[in-house]
């Protein structure tokens, strides 16, 4: 018998039923440990996180589930941006390296029905409920409460060999254990509800429009739109004290969002959500692992958070199946990774830099060192784009080359979202 499986652990309880949970549990299942899911159903009307990217694609058909999402989802060919009146850029997927050409316009609640039915279908105890956890004194050790023991009816006859954290931004574990964490410096706040319709240059895309102050997104699903802001906090007591106020003032007031949504009708209440960018300090302890957004999570400028949080159960699916606190270092070193270069790219949206480029790329398309050069940076930004980037060191490095030298004379604080 080697050292792995020695160490193999046999039970896991995981906490939390979103993408994150849903994914680890299939994988593990899979690996051959016995599984049991804790989710507590949300309480909000909708739930935030509705456009996929196309690297996802391959992990939807290896979850087995891409055939039932299709059923209910938009098809997404592709990404808009809208900078300024009369500045837009259309991204469309190719085909690059295996990656598909298109990505899906998901409705949340039925996409995470889905994940958790697969669970279940492949043999994982999924209990409707929340789960509760005590620190064990004098170790970095954690257990689940007796009650939440007790309600598994016996399918586990004492404490899970390990116990995995996916409650998003709930963050059960780490405030149980006081774990710290570094926060981005954006201090912003996302107001998003769903519109009967707003105005989209492209059937399926998804759409980010710089707005005078901050940014927003229109993502298109079956009968309606996600229509979303992330706009700086201080900026936002002007329209009203409610999140209602405060988005309907926003979508009339805003020169660049009335254009694009200015007659759209309002369908469901307003969500809140504050917090743009978070990476825990530790993602695993003796007997506990972190997943998902409790792990960490950048801004979600790039539609890249589903994309994170479920690649990153395929890598701690990886590591427990290994059992070795090496491959568990492995898992956070990884995810770190990912995290970090999302950062870094969303960063680039942030001062100007990344569209600042494009149009450089634009104005200059008649020179030959532009008609030789940027099909391939465009072929490049379209893996970023696709959410492949953080797995592509050429296309990354090729973005930092662009960013540092090919804005010519252009002045990237044009295009700065404030
Ligand atoms: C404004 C905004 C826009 C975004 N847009 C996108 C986008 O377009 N595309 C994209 O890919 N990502 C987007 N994201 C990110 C995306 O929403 C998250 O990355 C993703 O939902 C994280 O999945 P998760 O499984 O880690 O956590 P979650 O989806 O948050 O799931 C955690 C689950 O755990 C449950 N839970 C909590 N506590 C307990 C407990 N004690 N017991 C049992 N269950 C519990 C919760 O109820 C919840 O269902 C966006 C995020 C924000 C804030």
Redesign the pocket.
């Known amino acids: 018998m080697t050292r792995h499986s020695l160490n193999r652990p046999q039970t896991v309880a995981i ?8 994914t680890l549990a299939i994988l593990l299942i899979r690996a051959g440990f016995r599984v049991a899911l ?6 909000a009307t909708l ?7 196309p690297a ?1 694609i391959p992990i939807l058909r290896q979850l087995g589930i891409e055939d039932e999402v299709r059923k209910y989802s938009v098809l997404k060919p592709g990404a808009t941006f809208n900078l300024a009146p009369d500045l837009s850029f259309s991204f469309f997927f190719e085909a690059l390296h295996g990656l598909p050409r298109y990505a899906y316009n998901v409705p ?1 609640e039925k996409f ?1 029905a889905t994940l958790l039915a697969a669970a279940r279908k492949a043999g994982a105890a999924v209990f409707e ?4 956890l005590t620190a064990e004194a004098h170790t970095d050790r954690v257990a689940l409460t007796p009650e939440t023991l007790a309600a598994t009816n016996g399918y586990f006859s004492g404490q899970p060999d390990w116990i995995v954290d ?5 963050r ?1 574990l780490p405030n149980l254990l006081g774990l710290s964490s570094q926060e981005g410096k954006r201090k912003d706040t ?1 107001l ?1 509800a769903h519109v009967d319709h707003a105005h989209l240059d492209h059937e399926g895309h ?1 759409h980010t429009t710089r707005m005078d102050r901050g940014w927003s ?1 229109r ?1 298109p699903l079956p009968g309606r739109v996600s229509l ?1 802001m ?1 706009v700086p906090s201080e900026h936002l007591p002007q329209w009203g004290a409610t999140p209602e106020d405060q988005y309907d003032g926003l979508c009339q007031h805003d020169s660049q969002l009335r254009r694009v949504a200015g007659h759209s009708r309002r369908l469901t209440p307003v969500m809140k ?1 504050t ?2 960018q978070l990476v825990s300090e530790r993602m695993f302890g003796a007997n506990w692992a972190l ?5 960490g ?1 950048v801004d ?1 400028v790039f ?8 690649n ?1 159960a395929f890598l701690l699916a990886r590591a427990l199946a290994k059992g070795s606190p090496e491959a568990l270092q492995q898992y956070e070193r990884e995810s770190r990774h990912h995290l970090q270069t999302w950062q870094n790219i969303v960063e680039y949206w942030y001062n100007g830099r990344l569209f600042t480029c494009f149009k450089v790329g634009q104005k200059r398309r008649d020179t030959l060192l532009v008609k030789l050069i940027f099909p391939h940076m465009n072929k490049h930004m379209g893996r970023v784009f696709a959410g492949a980037a953080s797995h592509s060191a050429y296309s990354i490095g090729l973005l930092r080359f662009a960013m540092k030298y090919g804005l010519e004379d252009e002045n990237p604080e044009d295009l700065k979202v404030r």
């Open positions: 906490i939390g039923g979103g993408p994150a949970a849903g804790w989710h507590k159903p949300k309480a739930i935030v996180g509705e456009s996929l990217v996802l949340r995470d409920s929340p789960a509760q996916a409650t998003g931004r709930f059960l996302a998003f998804v997104w993502i979303g992330v959500y917090s743009y997943v998902g957004d409790t792990a999570f979600p539609s890249s958070g589903l994309f994170l949080g479920m990153g």
